[in-house]
């Protein structure tokens, strides 16, 4: 048998018998995955529906019909773009259309929980354009007066929300208000909350928008990859045409199928109980390490920060290593002006979407604190602490059933 087939086996096993945290990470359907793997991998078609460069295009064409429809109704926005291969290139396709070389953009730093391709100086996006950074206030909150002190200074092109580790609901009708003020596009990054606005768990923020960018595999459950939304007709003209031909090349129609599955998914009423549920988990997570003195963030969304310096007195590294030990999988990450280096960190992302796909409540979570807390306080044993993981992973739903 070729050594892939073992590998999928056990790649299968970790993820029934591991805890799965990571924030950014979640199980995809049967479905979502039939389509990802099925026979459209086979299709080149450069272009857009009925505009392409190859013939043989009916079904694929089809296909991104109706996963632009399906993403344009569940986000009630008028045009979207359903080609970017990541979320990292649904944002450089929408800065190409909207900015020219050395424009400026004013966004979060990626160490107080942006991200890379919001500017960061080892990503393009710091080399093509002129980046600014606001701030968290000391409450790791946005602080919007900071941000409209630093619109009307530096006069962005781009004013940018939208994080990888931000615990809070964002008030985007703020933000547009700074926008207008300044002249800016209002581009948001809801890579991480694309699941919890589309479950109507959290508010959605697309009528405030000049454009929207997401991941489809975080919150939302779909395959791995991008899209841009917006309800500005001149904006989806300039993006289709700086995603094709201006970045991307054949785009991955076998993926596009799987996006639109997962849209369909996520417009029924059972996604959104299960958006509700991940706030519900993660909120009962978060207060119960607060109740055992743990230091965290608190949580409005999908994750939390669990401080681990301040609370066992390790670094994000050391309690990611620790925590791999006991099946729990988490990543480090570096907390709102932290001082540790982005591979060593002073804490821990912790979120719900993949757990509570796999069906986990309310109770569960918060023993998951208790599990972490203990082990992270030395307080619980290797083999204990394991066997306390391996009892509520095999209470849950097999990922190759969901
Ligand atoms: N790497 C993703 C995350 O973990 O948030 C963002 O692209």
Not at 65 to 90: D, M, T, W
Not at 257 to 276: G, L, P, V
Not at 319 to 348: H, R
Request: charged share 25%; with cysteine.
């Amino acid at each position: 048998m070729d050594k892939l087939f073992e590998l999928l086996e056990l790649e299968t096993r970790r993820q029934n018998e591991e805890l799965n945290l990571i924030a950014s990470e979640n199980f995809a359907s049967k479905n979502v995955r039939l389509f990802a793997g099925s026979i459209f991998t086979n299709k080149y078609a450069e272009g857009y529906p009925h505009r392409r460069y190859y013939g043989g295009c009916e079904n694929v064409d089809s296909v991104e019909e109706l996963a632009i429809a399906r993403v344009s109704k569940l986000f009630g926005v008028k045009f979207a773009n359903v080609q970017p291969h990541s979320g990292s290139q649904a944002n450089m396709i929408t800065y190409m259309a909207l900015l020219n070389e050395h424009d400026k953009i004013l966004s979060l730093s990626l160490d107080q929980g942006g991200h890379l391709s919001h500017g960061s100086p080892v990503n393009f996006s710091s080399k093509l354009y002129e980046v600014h950074h606001y701030t968290l206030g000391e409450d790791g909150r946005l602080d919007y007066d900071l941000i409209l002190r630093m619109a009307r200074e530096i006069k962005p092109k781009i004013l940018l929300a939208g994080f990888s580790a931000y615990p809070f609901i964002i008030d985007f009708k703020r933000l547009r208000a700074i926008a207008d003020e300044v002249g800016a596009y209002l581009m948001a990054d809801i890579a991480h909350i694309a699941g919890l606005i589309a479950g109507k768990a959290i508010p959605n923020p697309l009528s405030y928008v000049d454009v929207a960018t997401s991941t489809t595999h975080k919150t939302l459950r779909g395959p791995r990859g991008g899209i841009i939304l917006t309800n500005n007709e001149e904006i989806i003209k300039k993006v289709n045409k700086a995603c094709f031909p201006g970045v991307q090349g054949g785009p991955l129609e076998h993926i596009i199928a799987a996006k639109a599955m997962c849209f369909e998914e996520a417009s029924d009423n059972t996604f959104q109980e299960y958006a509700k549920n991940i706030l519900l988990n993660t909120k009962a997570c978060n207060d119960e390490f607060l109740k055992l003195g743990a230091t965290v963030s608190g949580s409005e969304t999908h994750l939390f920060l669990l401080n681990t310096k301040k609370s066992y007195q390790i670094t994000g590294k050391e309690a990611e290593n620790l925590l791999s030990e006991i099946g729990v999988t988490v990543n480090k990450n570096m907390l709102p002006f932290d001082d540790e280096k982005p591979t060593v960190t002073s804490g821990l992302r912790i979120g719900f979407a993949a757990l509570t796909t796999r069906g986990l409540n309310v109770e569960q979570a918060r023993l998951i604190a208790h599990i972490i807390h203990s082990y992270l306080s030395r307080k619980l044993d290797k083999e204990e602490a394991r066997k306390q993981v391996i009892e509520i992973t095999s209470s849950l739903r097999k990922v190759e059933e969901i």
